[in-house]
């Protein structure tokens, strides 16, 4: 039996063009009314457990109380300002932490709105450190097959097209070169090879650390970042980590890269910065890089500046999102639910359809042979009382650390369940 839709769904949806739907063909969305904690209540009253923390965002689960409080005290003061010749306490004790946090090299932050923004941001400075050392020819930008970097028009250079999202612009971006992660011997030597007759043209390497996200949650080595970090230097190019999906406590460390023990050049940060409840990102450069734009000569800066960079209330939601990593105890939590997730999920691949299971930190994947109908598989799953949405052929699961663990085993036990059901 359906639930009638509350009037504000079906007065406004008339009028909302909602993200990656075809607006023809899809259901209406899901109304909700409240979060709290890992929980999404809808407008009939239901309650689901969130599998995938608002696209990766809420670590902390959703209304913190800390975080509610520290932003309801900043917007008395002062919501926003322009950062154009003009500072607040905020967004300068938010870069000074995160530079702290990064460690060592990383020290200067250029805030934006969003992930794809950042990745921008960090693409346009890679291209200018070159043109400002008298090398104006190195534009190019090796990317991965299987990565994802963000919807705009920069990003989508950068971005497999084989992940089906940006087709209808093929030929309209410039793509940038694409090339196999280097997993093994074999895929090492072939970019090293590649690298031997094309640096001079290229900018950077950008790779996402570890995992690569939105693609497929594709998993790698840290030896790769390794390698990464050996050929950019041995060719003469930067190296950019897109953390914007592992940053903050995923894979089980504060950033993907110290498992690698290395470090990139330019890091590009969001999606938990603020703990899931305002829109930041960061794009944090090296000193190497920083200084690449430090002159006398005004066309060496960095021209670009978002409306709304560094705003205020999203710094300081930031700033008690760190206070809470440092009180609290998140990446042990993140330990216990790659136990939990590995318990969970590991018997989905005995089941008809599954090609792998995997799972590093709090990420949890089923990989399928094939794609499902995804409407009919979040039906079911909503029926199952949890908020699961596929990537194409993968079923995911990016919880809130704070999750329990009886949650956490609600969400895998309906992945299981669903996924042995037989078609209807």
Request: glycine share 8%; charged share 20%.
């Amino acid at each position: 039996m359906k639930t009638a839709l509350p009037a504000w769904l079906a007065d406004g949806h008339r009028h909302i063009w909602l993200p990656y739907t075809q607006m023809k063909t899809a259901a209406a969305p899901m109304p909700v009314v409240r979060t709290q904690g890992t929980h999404i209540e809808l407008a009939d009253g239901r309650i689901l457990i969130d599998g995938i923390a608002s696209w990766w965002t809420a670590c902390h689960g959703y209304n913190h109380p800390d975080i509610a409080q520290a932003v309801r005290d900043q917007l008395d003061r002062m919501p926003h300002v322009m950062f154009g010749g003009l500072a607040h306490e905020p967004a300068l004790t938010l870069a000074r932490r995160l530079c702290a946090l990064l460690g060592p090299g990383l020290d200067r932050v250029f805030f934006t709105e969003s992930g794809s923004v950042s990745v921008e941001v960090a693409l346009k400075m890679a291209m200018q450190y070159w043109f400002n050392q008298g090398e104006p020819q190195r534009r190019r930008i090796v990317a991965f097959r299987g990565g994802y970097h963000g919807d705009t028009f920069g990003t989508m250079a950068v971005c497999d097209p084989g992940v089906g999202m940006h087709a209808a612009f093929d030929g309209a971006v410039p793509r940038q070169d694409l090339r196999e992660l280097p997993v093994d011997d074999a895929s090492a030597d072939a970019l090293d090879s590649w690298l031997r007759g094309h640096a001079d043209r290229v900018a950077a390497i950008l790779v996402e650390p570890l995992v690569q996200g939105a693609g497929g949650m594709r998993m790698h080595e840290p030896a790769v970042l390794a390698r990464l970090r050996e050929m950019a230097d041995r060719h003469g190019v930067l190296l950019i980590f897109d953390e914007i999906f592992t940053g903050f406590g995923r894979t089980g460390t504060m950033f993907a890269f110290e498992q690698a023990g290395t470090r990139p050049d330019i890091i590009t940060l969001s999606k938990a910065l603020t703990g899931g409840t305002l829109p930041l990102a960061a794009t944090v450069a090296s000193r190497r890089v920083f200084e690449g734009f430090w002159s006398d000569d005004p066309a060496h800066a960095l021209m670009h500046g978002p409306t709304y960079m560094g705003n205020a209330l999203a710094c300081t939601a930031a700033l008690a999102s760190l206070d809470l990593f440092e009180r609290e105890p998140r990446l042990a939590q993140v330990r216990a639910i790659e136990r939990l997730l590995r318990e969970g999920l590991a018997p989905c691949a005995a089941l008809p359809h599954v090609r792998e299971v995997r799972v590093k930190g709090a990420i949890g994947a089923v990989e399928l042979d094939r794609a499902p109908d995804r409407a009919a598989l979040c039906g079911k799953f909503l029926e199952a009382g949890a908020w699961i949405r596929p990537l194409s052929n993968i079923i995911y699961l990016t919880p809130a650390f704070t999750m329990q663990p009886e949650e956490l085993r609600r969400l895998t036990d309906a992945i299981r369940a669903v996924l042995a059901a037989p078609p209807a």
